[in-house]
Every structure is written in C-alpha cells, then in structure tokens.
C-alpha cells in the first residue's frame, strides 16, 4: 500500500523552490549583463555581445558543476576534502610564481596558462567553508577548548587570509575571515574566543589598510565623497548617481544611460546600479525578495539537517553568497569603502559566477538529503 510521506514531500517542494530561485538569479543577472556591458563590449571589442556570450558559457560549465555538487554524496565524499583545500592554497600560491602568475589592476590574483586564466581566491570560497565545515564538524563537543579544539581551524583560516593577502586581495582576504567567524560561531565556538579574535582582528585590519596607499585613499574617498572627485571617489559617485536616477519604476530594460560612459567597468563590481537605473525600486524589491528566498531556504536546510557538517555546509554557504552580495551592495551604494568583491550571479566573470553556482549546488545537497546519505562523522578519519 503506498504510504504518503509529507515530510519528505514538503522537503522536495523546498528544494524545487531553491532551484527555481537560483535560476531565476541566474537569468536575471543574464539580462542585467546584457544591457550593462553591450556598450562598452561594442566599442573595446567591437561586439556588443562579447561579454553576455563568455557569461553563458560560464553559465552552462556552473549549472552542470551545481547538478553534480547537488547530487554527490557529501559524507562519502569528505575524505577528498583535505586534498582539494591543499590543491587551492597551492593554486593561490602559484598566483606569485612569473610566468604562470598574472598581475592586473596592480594585484597579483590570476593564474595563467596559454589562454586560459583562473582566480584561485574563488577556489578558496568552496574548498575553505567546505574544509572548516569538514574540521569543526569532527571536533563537535571539543569546541570549547582552544588547543584540541579550535587551534587548527584558526591556523588555517589564518593561513589562507595569508594567501590571499599577499594577492594584494585584501577585501577578499577580509571577506574569507568573516565567514569563517561565522561558520565558527554556528558551530559553537565560545564568545571569549570571538572577543579575543576581535581584539586581534580589528587592529591588525587597520594596520594594514595603511600599508597601500590606495586602500587609503578608498577610505579617506568614503569618509569624505567630495575629496577626489575625479579619482578614488569618481566610480562610487556615479554610482549613487546611477542607482538615485532610476526612481521608483526605472528606465527600463536597455534603456539605461550611466552605463554607457559614467561608471567605468559597470559589467563587473558596479553592475548593481546599472540594475537599479533601468529597474528602479521595484527591481530592488525583487533583487532583495529573490535573495531573501535562497537564504531563507539555505537556512532552512542547514537547521534541518540532522548532521552537524551538513549543517555547517549549508549554513556557510548560504552565509557566504548572501554577505558577498550584501557587500557588494553597501560598496556601490556607497555605504562602505570600495573593494573588489563581485555581485553574485550579476557581475562578469566566470570565477566569481561558476563559484557561487557550486556553493548553490551544495546547499541545495543538503536540503536534499537532510538526513539521508549524510552519516555520523565518528568513521571520518584524519585532519
């Protein structure tokens, strides 16, 4: 006689409404790119649409990375995770070697071997969470004594901010340790580890904005707008322009105007206020709905997963697509100093939008299988 699971079809319902959600991202962010970059693609490469071609390409390769992320098993699977961390700290190293090693914008991030060029910092936003994950999930209970408990996990977050840093990739850097914080802290690390992280986090933070005089000049620009017009502060002021010329409903699909000439680079980092120009407030409402969606579905996951490492997947990654777009936000709108983080799913480039459709297919791993493939870690050996 069949037997109608509720749960299990209401779990289903949920996954299906996070694929409907990572898709509707995807495309959005698909036509956002068209209309922000035809301009700038049609006069540097005399093809309005090189860089929505690139994108789809990158498109397909991330949606067939996020079935399979969607669908491996992740317990089985752990023991590969070590390996893949240590494969993407080599990678970030090789960002320093001459002749593989790229340097662009004044930052040594880029890997480079005959056409093909590789971000390693975004390697790291997969193999990092999933490594963290993979260790606290293994000292579950153990968390509150630092030598047993948490000193590995800190040595390692501290070695790939180290990686990262020395990229000149600061914002990345910075944007890897917080969540990592996080992902210590839904693991249930103790607070007086987090006031002792801070009280060594804050100052050193600021010691090394002043090592780089342009972070130095993105932070006097922030403080006071009207500073260097014309330099540091030109892109994050048409970008406010931008983003306060769209009004309530837009100017429409295409018909924006900024992108054409007054914000340098808008197809990458500032893509967001080429958005917000031709859909106004009503696009911003739905940007914030669609987001709002997939985090609460990844939270939802993580809280019904019955394994703390699924948990802690699920949590991290969630955590990680919705505070880099948060991020990116705040930096275009001029809430925050200028950093090179990309919009989730919007901005150009292939690093940046096959990772995120990775972390997607994780997450949703774990909404599928909040109990099932996922097992204990007591047989999960070695760091």
Request: with cysteine.
């Amino acid at each position: 006689m069949y037997h109608f699971d509720a749960e299990k079809a209401l779990n289903q319902k949920t996954v299906h409404l996070f694929y409907i959600c990572v898709i509707l991202l995807l495309g959005t962010g698909l036509v956002t790119l068209y209309s922000a970059s035809y301009a700038f693609a049609q006069r540097f490469f005399r093809d309005g649409n090189y860089f929505v071609i690139k994108q789809l390409g990158y498109s397909a390769a991330g949606v067939f990375l996020f079935v399979i992320a969607s669908r491996i098993n992740l317990e089985k699977n752990r023991k590969f995770i070590m390996p893949f961390a240590v494969f993407a700290a080599i990678l970030c190293g090789l960002t320093l070697v001459p002749g593989v090693g790229i340097e662009r914008y004044g930052a040594s991030r880029w890997i480079e071997i005959g056409t093909f060029s590789y971000q390693p910092s975004e390697m790291v936003k997969i193999a990092f969470p999933l490594y963290l994950a993979h260790l606290l999930g293994k000292k579950e209970g153990n968390l509150s004594n630092f030598y047993s408990g948490i000193l590995i996990p800190v040595v390692i977050t501290s070695l790939f901010f180290f990686l990262i840093y020395i990229q000149n990739n600061f914002s990345t850097a910075v944007f890897i340790v917080f969540n990592a914080m996080i992902i210590f802290f839904l693991a249930g690390m103790r607070y007086r580890y987090f006031l002792a992280a801070a009280a060594m986090i804050i100052p050193v933070s600021i010691l090394l904005i002043f090592t780089k005089e342009h972070r130095v000049r993105r932070l006097v620009s922030f403080l006071q707008p009207q500073w260097d017009p014309m330099g540091a502060g030109f892109q994050v002021n048409a970008s406010r322009d931008a983003i306060a010329s769209g009004g309530f409903f837009g100017k429409g699909i295409g018909e924006g105007t900024r992108k054409i000439a007054s914000i340098p680079e808008i197809h990458s980092d500032f893509i967001f206020s080429a958005y917000v120009e031709e859909t106004g407030f009503i696009g911003i409402i739905l940007f914030i709905a669609l987001f709002a969606v997939l985090g609460f579905l990844g939270y939802k996951a993580a809280i019904k997963c019955e394994n703390t490492f699924g948990k802690l997947v699920a949590a991290g990654f969630t955590t990680m697509i919705l505070s880099q777009s948060l991020l990116n936000i705040a930096v275009v709108s001029g809430a925050l100093p200028a950093t090179g983080i990309p919009l989730p799913f919007f901005s150009a480039g292939g690093s940046s939008l096959v990772t995120t459709l990775i972390c997607a297919g994780l997450i949703a791993n774990v909404a599928k299988n909040p109990g099932g493939e996922i097992n204990r870690t007591e047989d999960i050996n070695g760091v």
